[in-house]
Each structure stands twice: as structure tokens, then as C-alpha cells.
Antibody, heavy 121, light 108 residues
């Protein structure tokens, strides 16, 4: 059974860069059968897709965040990562990593538990 | 961008009731529509993919239908464990992914 686990600082100062890592267990991130996404949810609000990466390193980003987002993959550690630059209070949210099977790439079938990131000085 | 609306935003129903949630897209999205259940403090869980397909392991009381711009999610007999917020999610080939605002379901 695949499991995803987010990790990273829970507090980031405004204007700095938010960095999170998702560790995948129970399966290989380099199998070539999946996309790996980041999704966030401000407290009490809805879900926003941030972007995704394929094993090859190919990425797709939400246009509204594209200028500030970088997603990368480290197959040797079975991890993928998110960097979001120039953060403001509006970036405070629970951040989830999630998986999409390449055959049904439009949905997210496995999710991490989420990690709260607060942007505050 | 494609906008997603859901209605109602919240509802209260009795155990055993049939519950229906609708999701509307601002333009034709074919059947590119999924439904998720999110319980407080938990990650969303995929229930229905591509409008009407039940994800493996999901109880059969959950179902989905629709295509184009109008979609429906149904719980045929509400159970206490179904208390949650339900989200629709659309996708396209760009790719873009967008979630609806959610419907909170409570027990009356």
C-alpha cells in the first residue's frame, strides 16, 4: 500500500521560500506510472492544485502560481519537493502531496496526511 | 479558466436519507469530473472518477452521474460515517485541475 508523507518547516517568514518534501513509501516514485502533485487548502477553504511532476522531471504548474513554484523529484530518495518563493500570508495553508495514476491522470487517488505551513513574521 | 460551482453549500439530512449534490462547470468538460470526501483534519478521499465510476473499495451507496456542464453526486442512504465535506474536481488536457467550493453534509 503506497503511502505519502509531507515534511518541512511549519513556519515561514513573509518574502521567504516555502520548501516541502513528500516521501513516498510502498512503491517506487520512478516506476513511470504516476504523476506526483502538490495541492493546498487554506483553513476553512477549498482545495487548490499547485502543480505536478512526472518521473522524467517534466512539470506542469497552476498558471496562478507558476512564477513562484518549482517542483522537483529525487528518485534516489523516493521523494519529490515543492518550493514556493516570495510567500505571503495568503500562502498559509495545509499542503498535501498526492498521486495520480498515469492511466487516470485526472484524479488524485492517494494523498499524504497534509502539513500546515503558516506564513508569519 | 473553468469555474466550478456546487450546491448546496451545506445540508442536513437524516440517517437513511437520499442525499444529492450538484456541481456545475462554466463550460463543457465532458466527463472530466471527480468527487472527493473530506473529513475534518483528514486528506480528501477519491470516491468517484470520470463522473460515474466508483473508486475501488468505495461503498456502492455513493454514485455519480452527468456530463458536459452538469453533474450529480448521490448518497443513496446516508450513514453517520458519511458526515464530511464533498468536493467536485474538474480537469482538462492543459492540464488544469480545479476543485469546487465544497458541500458540507451533516446529520439532522
Amino acid at each position: 500500500q503506497v503511502q505519502l508523507q509531507e515534511s518541512g518547516p511549519g513556519l515561514v517568514k513573509p518574502s521567504q521560500t516555502l520548501s516541502l518534501t513528500c516521501t513516498v513509501s510502498g512503491g517506487s516514485i520512478s516506476s513511470g506510472s504516476y504523476y506526483w502533485s502538490w495541492i493546498r487548502q487554506p483553513a476553512g477553504k477549498g482545495l487548490e492544485w499547485i502543480g505536478r511532476i512526472y518521473t522524467s522531471g517534466s512539470t506542469n504548474y497552476n498558471p496562478s502560481l507558476k512564477s513562484r513554484v518549482t517542483i522537483s523529484v529525487d528518485t534516489s530518495k523516493n521523494q519529490f519537493s515543492l518550493k514556493l518563493s516570495s510567500v505571503t500570508a495568503a500562502d498559509t495553508a495545509v499542503y498535501y502531496c498526492a498521486r495520480s495514476w498515469i492511466q487516470l491522470w485526472g484524479n488524485f487517488d492517494y494523498w499524504g496526511q497534509g502539513t500546515l505551513v503558516t506564513v508569519s513574521s | 479558466d473553468i469555474q466550478m460551482t456546487q450546491s448546496p453549500s451545506s445540508l442536513s439530512a437524516s440517517v437513511g436519507d437520499r442525499v444529492t449534490i450538484t456541481c456545475q462547470a462554466s463550460q463543457d468538460i465532458s466527463n472530466y469530473l471527480n468527487w472527493y470526501q473530506q473529513k475534518p483534519g483528514k486528506a480528501p478521499k477519491l470516491l468517484i472518477y470520470d463522473a460515474s465510476n466508483l473508486e475501488t473499495g468505495v461503498p456502492s451507496r455513493f454514485s455519480g452521474s452527468g456530463s458536459g456542464t452538469d453533474f450529480t453526486f448521490t448518497i443513496s442512504s446516508l450513514q453517520p460515517e458519511d458526515i464530511a465535506t464533498y468536493y467536485c474536481q474538474q480537469y482538462d488536457n492543459l492540464p488544469r485541475f480545479a476543485f469546487g467550493p465544497g458541500t458540507k453534509v451533516d446529520i439532522k
